[in-house]
């Protein structure tokens, strides 16, 4: 979860050094609690950080569990363009690009020769329904994201696929 808090931080870190231009001025960052499917019908608490600008998303989300002495980490990071058809602005709906990286780790305190760990990445698509409130300065938000992701190498020959689904709520700042 640490290389979570590090991506969240630069991704701040970012957006406050990075000079804005008057085209970008309507920056927002919604930190954000999720509940995660993995296709498992168990629903998972998770964090996020969600960023908008004219149109664009970029949001990082994080989860994972402990049992025993197994540790599952999940990172999932989405890149995509939000638009909304109807008058009505603050229902978007977005679609683009997502990467998954999952680790898992083993970890025995009586037998440490054994502990082991290991980190997988995928890439896939997403699409999503975003509602936002904006009160001046502060962002209400709550979205609905579905990645799909090719399960492993014969995912591309047998079209099989995994999908995480978020749904979350946050409040957040116009920059």
């Known amino acids: ?3 979570f808090w590090r991506l969240v931080a630069c991704l701040a870190v970012a957006y406050i050094v990075t000079p804005v231009q008057q085209g970008l001025a309507n ?3 919604v930190p954000s609690i999720a509940a995660v499917d993995e296709s498992d019908d168990i629903l998972k608490p998770g964090i996020g950080l969600k ?3 004219n149109g664009f998303g970029v949001n990082i989300w994080g989860w994972g569990r402990d049992y025993g002495p197994v540790q599952q980490r999940s990172m999932l990071l989405t890149l995509g ?3 909304s058809p109807y008058s009505f602005k603050s229902l978007t709906f977005g679609g683009g690009i997502s990467v998954l990286s999952e680790t898992t780790r083993l970890i025995y ?3 440490q020769e054994e502990n082991h760990e290991d980190t997988f990445y995928n890439g896939g698509g997403f699409l999503g329904l975003r509602y936002s409130y904006n009160l ?3 962002v209400i938000d709550a979205s609905w994201e579905s990645g799909v992701f090719p399960a492993g190498i014969g995912g591309g020959l047998f079209l099989a696929t995994g999908r995480k689904q978020i749904v979350s709520i946050g409040l957040g700042a116009m920059l």
């Open 109 to 111: 305190k009586d037998a």
């Open 1 to 3: 979860m640490k290389s």
């Open 27 to 29: 920056i927002q960052l």
């Open 51 to 53: 960023s908008y600008f």
């Open 136 to 138: 001046s300065k502060v």
């Open 81 to 83: 363009k939000y638009w």
